[in-house]
């Protein structure tokens, strides 16, 4: 239960940097996740209801 | 009509948020986007994390170091917060691109803002209180800023017990209290209709 | 066609009197709630949560003895960074301040530390201890407060000269302080430093403050700091030990600390008091974040970009609404 790949999440970080800008692999997944996720919810089509209540 | 206090606070109820609204069975057509279901995410995240902290509290803030349940109970709510914060801003986005707040729903919006600055003041707390390296390392950093702010004088980030009786108990109140009224709010106003949607337009039904 | 501001607005404010649709909000909480269980537990078993062993002042003295003596004789002479920190803990600085706002000053000394008797003496006190660290204690306590300064401050000047390399500092008038350092490094070394700054000569303890700040004192919290990239100047605020994501919400937070002038304590007045500036900055954006809809210009912004024909794609199709005219 301590996680199956525990071992991997536990070694030091990737970090990304370009100038003064640097940010860790995990946190960019996390940022980028969350923009894909925004943009799929607005643009992805949401199933159409069969028939009205009114 | 009644003088009583208990009357009149019943009767306001009623005429705001009768059952119908608080516990709808429709909404309006225009409600057909995944977007609307990462408010509800964001709660179901919260109720993960106060569950799971609810085992931690139980077993106290050191057991998750020695012990492989406490591990994977400390991991579901570390990855409930995780998850909590990326539904929350996806959340957030969506209403600010929706212009959510017209129609008399400021303070929807603004208690919603209050409850994203209130959940970061928690989970920082948390942060604190995990007993190992990172809070070692966070609280004498974050000591400084508290400190400059004259803030540290009654709010002091190095001393365990006070956050970790402010991470299980003040905080997580405080925030719970602004996601009722946040939510009891969306249902008393209704979900904010389509920006381009007008009263003359076919659809808009009047 | 469009309408007036005004019956737009009464508009959006009324009850839905329009088309609705089927709703089952109970049904729909029900699946969230597994959803986000299911994606925990899953998360969870895959990849457990960071927990990185504390440091310990025995693993600090072990790993780094003159550094440790170092900062014993700093803690004596007045000069460590928590010996010199003003507010909450001591008056020896008036703090940060904006402006002319001192707050950390105006809010006072509530969480009194003194370095000399909390964290060398007394932890010292409390052990069996040999001949001559026991006399070097006794000396200490019997000399005036002038005496106590004057052979710490002159050790600790003797050490910095020589750039902490112990072994070429001169002879002087040090008094009994070379002695008490050596006898805190040897009581870290062997872990009993740990205990004695916890309890605080106590049974129950819940306040680590004086720990922490001895702590980072040295160099040895600070270098786990970078080796973990968890500096404050290289976007650390957002990091987590390990691979782990971090607080990646903190990242405007954070971001103030990467640029002038808030990155550069040289720089007076906004660098040298960064923290209390960004503190100001952010509380300000925070306010502006529940303000949005009254703020010119940016509660515009979603009727000008319009993704809101992307979320309400269905109904406008629906209803052939076309976008509206400003």
């Given amino acids: 239960m301590t996680g199956w790949i525990s071992d991997f999440m536990n070694h030091p970080a990737t970090y990304l940097k370009s100038g003064w800008l640097q940010i860790s692999v995990s946190n960019l997944i996390v940022i980028v996740l969350m923009l894909t996720v925004f943009a799929l919810a607005v643009f992805v089509p949401f199933p159409k209801d069969k028939e009205d209540h009114k | 009509m009644s003088e009583m206090w208990t009357a009149k606070l019943r009767n306001k109820w009623q005429k705001n948020l009768p059952i119908e609204k608080l516990l709808p069975d429709d909404q309006p057509a225009y409600v057909a986007s995944w977007i609307y279901v990462f408010g509800v995410l964001t709660l179901s995240a919260l109720a993960m994390i106060i569950f799971s902290g609810i085992i931690l509290a139980f077993e106290g803030p050191a057991w998750y170091h020695i012990s492989d349940v406490g591990l994977f109970t400390n991991s579901l709510h570390f990855w409930s917060v995780q998850m909590f914060f990326v539904f929350m801003v996806v959340h957030l986005w969506g209403k600010y691109w929706m212009a959510a707040w017209r129609g008399n729903r400021f303070r929807t919006w603004a208690t919603g803002a209050i409850a994203f600055v209130a959940s970061i003041a928690t989970a920082f707390t948390g942060y604190l209180v995990q007993t190992n390296f990172d809070s070692q390392w966070i609280s004498f950093e974050a000591k400084d800023g508290f400190n400059s702010m004259g803030i540290g004088a009654f709010f002091n980030v190095t001393n365990l017990g006070q956050m970790l009786l402010l991470h299980v108990a003040f905080l997580p109140l405080i925030l719970g209290v602004i996601t009722v009224i946040h939510v009891l709010m969306v249902r008393r106003r209704g979900v904010v209709p389509p920006i381009d949607a007008e009263p003359s337009v076919s659809g808009a039904g009047r | ?326």
Avoid: C
Wanted: glycine share 10%; no cysteine; aromatic share 12%.
């Fill in chain 3, 1 to 326: 066609m469009s309408v007036s501001k005004e019956a737009k607005h009464a508009f959006d404010a009324a009850p839905w009197t329009g088309k609705t649709k089927r709703y089952d909000i109970v049904k729909e909480g029900s699946i969230a709630v597994a959803f986000v269980a299911i994606a925990a537990i899953i998360l969870s078993l895959l990849m457990g949560s960071p927990d990185e062993t504390p440091l310990t002042f025995k693993g600090w003295a072990v790993s780094n003895a003159d550094n440790f003596y170092a900062t014993a004789v700093q803690e004596l002479a007045g000069t460590s960074g928590s010996a010199t920190y003003g507010g909450p803990y001591n008056k020896a600085s008036d703090g940060l301040n904006v402006g002319p706002f001192w707050l950390q000053k105006w809010a006072g000394v509530t969480h009194p530390v003194d370095t000399v008797n909390e964290f060398v003496i007394s932890p010292l006190s409390t052990q069996v201890m040999s001949t001559d660290i026991a006399s070097a204690l006794a000396t200490w306590k019997a000399a005036s407060a002038t005496q106590k300064q004057d052979w710490a401050t002159a050790y600790d000047d003797a050490i910095t000269k020589v750039e902490g390399k112990l072994s070429d500092v001169p002879a002087g008038a040090y008094g009994p302080v070379p002695a008490l350092a050596k006898g805190l490094t040897d009581m870290a070394k062997g872990g009993a430093l740990d205990a004695a700054l916890l309890s605080q000569g106590g049974f129950f303890q819940t306040d680590n403050t004086k720990q922490i700040l001895f702590f980072g004192d040295g160099s040895y919290l600070d270098d786990a700091g970078t080796a973990a990239n968890l500096q404050g100047g290289t976007w650390g605020m957002m990091n987590e030990t390990g691979r782990y994501p971090g607080q990646a919400w903190l990242w405007l937070y954070s971001f103030w600390y990467q640029i002038p002038p808030f990155n550069n304590e040289e720089s007076a007045p906004i660098g040298a008091n960064a923290d209390a500036y960004i503190m100001f900055i952010m509380g300000a954006l925070s306010l502006g974040l529940i303000l949005i809809p009254v703020i010119p210009g940016i509660k515009s912004l979603p009727m000008r970009i319009p993704i809101h024909r992307g979320i309400w794609r269905q109904y406008y199709d629906a209803n052939g609404i076309k976008r509206r005219k400003k």
